[in-house]
């Protein structure tokens, strides 16, 4: 066989090909490589293989077998799932949407692969605002952390106000009852200077630094930042090209969450928000036992449009559902092992020509790291098509979609709202929450629907949002665009 | 561009919900025709007549009048609208302040999940929509669930749900 060995790529064809397809894209190889007409010396063992190619895709029946045995056969470490929310584009003169949702999981061939140690930094704030409870909390929850550890993870600490300190320089690791004493020596004082915090960070974790780990950084802060949030965000790119993770945590509100959430995105990460103190034992928890349940890290998605085409949205759905910045190389975190990275992607079609019969959205590849074999630089091409159509489809969008565009529409409704408040559009602002309100009641989410009632009528007195309250309503409705709440969970 | 039907704002063909007030935009098409009855085939021959004979059932020509009348599927029964602009739907029951403008008791409407006060109906000239009133067990249009105090428009043919009662929609063409 040719190094072309999947007979869709031989006759140029995409995996879902309609048997029109087929049959044209046969058509017109056999036109060219017949032996009567070509004269190049492989054309007729091409067309032999082209014949062979059609019988078997040209036979429902065969092709499904054959579609089986190379998805088996296939040696690539995930398996793509993609879904549309809809089977056509219409040609037509006005501009339209499509949405696709496409979801990366383990393949089963590497579903056993044991699991990577961590290299892991916790950057902790000790400015002043965060004396008492705040630091009392994080500091018992870095101890259980840290009693947590197996004996191949490395873990440093890092603490900072105006300037950082490094409590426990990654490296060896001494006994637990020294780091447990550092951790508790901690005090409370001083400015918030993130980037004193993060570059120190940054060292500890490299200083470490291997493919084969998982190398994050988690930053905890309570406060802003101020004059060096472009040093931080230009460290974020250095830590995301040596495949370093950034993970933020803001506690209380007068933290800055669009700062926090342009820094952990540009990694693959994304920020969280805790509203009670009590909640940080348990999101560390849940972080780090996600942390040990990773398959591929430095997953990113490089997307070429295809003409007439913009990607306009990215989200990932899970896990930690964010919005992502839209740019031509998407940094989507890491997969999990037993769950799915689910991405839903919103294409912006300009009117399509008659002539088109299928029209690509995009193309590219995703690329990741698998830490149980880092030689491996691994790449898996991805193409996203629909084919065109005369009559504007009236079918509804699949479950999976629909479902998440109905939650991604609430948290656009908030960020439109905050956006109406930041340019004095008090009257919109205070409707659209209202809106909102409504459709959280609809679904379920009374204390969110009360909190943006409660902003509703806060804008229209103070012309202002409450810092709690935006925070609320954003990582609330954020929150709700994990598919995990509608018990969904991987088949396998 | 398509028109949402809530807020009126104007979105791209392909949107699945409202970017302005977050309202579905897109519902399945309507049911099958071969189960709608035309309401004038279905009210002046072999159903009616019958249906008449019953107390329940209004006499045929109120239901010509009407602009909107309501098939409870379960029956056959056909109920016309007065064309007022606003008629709630629900059940009396003991006890209740508000009482709805159908009482739907007399066709199973408690077994069938319907609350006191469940749905209403608008006319208006040109648009007939339902509106959930924050019922229990919720209202569907063709299997549709809706969200509940935002109005949705609705079409001949249209079964609704409210718990599992069924209605259908008749609207007569002018």
């Known amino acids: ?492 | 561009m398509i028109l949402c039907p809530n807020c009126l704002h104007k979105e791209l063909v392909g949107a699945i919900f409202c970017n302005e007030c977050g309202a579905q935009l897109v519902f399945s098409e309507g049911v099958p025709t071969g189960a709608i009855r035309s309401p004038s085939k279905g009210l002046s021959d072999n159903r009616s007549p019958e249906k008449a004979n019953d107390n329940a059932a209004p006499p045929p020509a109120s239901i010509l009048e009407a602009k909107v009348s309501l098939n409870i599927v379960n029956s056959g029964e056909i109920l016309p609208l007065k064309s007022q602009k606003e008629i709630t739907l629900g059940r009396v029951s003991g006890g209740q302040t508000v009482i709805p403008d159908i009482d739907l008791t007399p066709y199973k409407a408690y077994e069938g999940g319907v609350s006191r006060m469940h749905a209403s109906i608008r006319i208006s000239n040109n648009e007939v929509s339902i509106t959930d009133l924050g019922s229990a067990n919720g209202t569907r249009i063709n299997g549709r669930k809706i969200t509940s105090h935002i109005s949705y428009p609705i079409k001949h043919g249209d079964i609704l749900t409210l718990g599992k009662f069924k209605i259908q929609v008749l609207l007569r063409k002018n």
């Open chain 1, 1 to 492: 066989m040719s190094p072309k060995s999947n007979f869709y790529e031989l006759l140029g064809l995409q995996p879902d090909a309609t048997a029109e397809e087929i049959r044209r894209a046969y058509h017109d190889a056999a036109l060219k490589l017949h032996p009567d007409v070509s004269t190049s010396p492989k054309a007729t063992e091409l067309f032999l293989e082209i014949q062979e190619a059609y019988n078997v895709l040209s036979d429902q029946k065969e092709r499904k077998t054959y579609d089986k045995k190379i998805h088996t056969e296939s040696d690539s470490p995930i398996s793509i799932d993609m879904l549309y929310s809809r089977s056509t584009v219409t040609i037509f003169e006005e501009s339209q949407l499509v949405y696709a949702l496409v979801e990366l999981s383990a393949s089963k061939k590497y579903s056993t692969q044991p699991i990577p140690p961590i290299n892991i930094c916790l950057i902790i704030d000790r400015s002043t605002s965060m004396h008492g409870i705040r630091l009392d909390t994080v500091k018992t929850s870095a101890i259980e952390l840290v009693r947590q550890l197996k004996s191949n993870d490395t873990i440093s600490i890092v603490t900072f106000s105006d300037r950082a300190e490094v409590l426990l320089p990654a490296g060896r690791r001494s006994d637990n009852n020294v780091i447990e004493n550092q951790i508790r020596m901690m005090r409370a004082g001083g400015g918030t200077e993130i980037f004193q915090g993060l570059e120190a960070g940054f060292e500890e974790v490299r200083r470490n630094l291997r493919q084969t780990l998982i190398n994050h950084i988690i930053l905890l802060t309570d406060g802003r930042t101020y004059g060096d949030e472009d040093q931080c965000l230009a460290l974020a790119d250095r830590a995301a090209a040596s495949g370093i993770r950034i993970t933020g945590l803001g506690m209380g509100t007068d933290w800055n969450d669009v700062f926090l959430d342009e820094l952990t995105t540009r990694t693959g990460g994304s920020s969280f928000y805790i509203s009670k103190i009590n909640d940080i034992r348990q999101f560390l928890q849940e972080k780090f036992s996600s942390l040990n349940q990773i398959f591929a890290e430095r997953v990113s998605l490089d997307l070429r449009s295809g003409s007439g085409v913009q990607l306009s949205s990215v989200f990932r759905l899970q896990p930690d559902s964010t919005d992502l910045p839209v740019r031509s190389s998407i940094r989507l975190g890491s997969i999990p092992k037993n769950k799915k990275l689910s991405i839903l992607l919103e294409f912006y079609v300009s009117p399509i020509s008659k002539d088109i019969k299928r029209l690509t959205l995009a193309n590219g590849e995703i690329s990741l790291v698998l830490p149980f074999n880092p030689s491996r630089i691994s790449k898996v091409p991805i193409s996203l098509t629909r084919l065109t159509g005369e009559s504007p489809s009236t079918e509804l969008p699949p479950q999976p979609i629909f479902r998440a565009l109905s939650q991604i529409s609430l948290y656009r409704m908030q960020e439109k709202a905050r956006q109406e408040v930041a340019e004095g559009k008090v009257q919109e602002a205070g409707k659209r929450l209202q809106r909102l309100a409504t459709q959280l009641l609809a679904i379920g989410a009374h204390d969110l629907a009360q909190t943006a009632l409660v902003e509703a009528e806060r804008i229209q007195q103070t012309h202002l949002l409450s810092a709690e309250g935006e925070k609320r309503i954003k990582y609330g409705t954020r929150s709700l665009m994990l598919p995990a709440r509608a018990g969904e969970e991987i088949e396998q």
